[in-house]
């Protein structure tokens, strides 16, 4: 089965950027739609963009304008570019396939926006 490893989170103070990036161990060339999730503490956790296999995208309204999801089916790798981040973005990022039984969760990244 295909595994995910999420990388690319850190500490940054509001304002910046990070590229997040998921690798699978299998091909996601078949997954229609790949999307990417975050977790706050004490906080459900949520959708906040989605990705089709012919490059349609969508977002949360709390990211639209900031966050930029793309997938490389080649590399196995969908990734997301984060800017102008805030506080509220503070949270452990997640990617997984949005559509049938979700794939083992990996591990996630953590993304701590703090001055």
């Known amino acids: 089965q295909v595994q995910l490893v999420e990388s690319g989170g850190g500490l940054v103070q509001p304002g910046g950027s990070l590229r997040l990036s998921c690798a699978a161990s299998?091909?996601?060339?078949?997954?229609?739609?790949m999307g990417w999730y975050r977790q706050a503490p004490g906080k459900e956790r949520e959708l906040v963009a989605h990705?089709?296999?012919?490059?349609?995208?969508n977002y949360a309204d709390s990211v639209k304008g900031r966050f930029t999801i793309s997938r490389d089916s080649a590399k196995n790798t969908v990734y997301l570019q984060m800017n102008s981040l805030n506080p509220e973005d503070t949270a452990v990022y997640y990617c997984n396939r949005i559509y049938g039984a979700p794939l083992p969760w990996g591990q996630g990244t953590q993304v701590t926006v703090s001055s």
């Open positions: 990705i089709t296999r012919g490059g349609f995208a």
């Open positions: 299998g091909s996601i060339f078949s997954i229609n739609v």
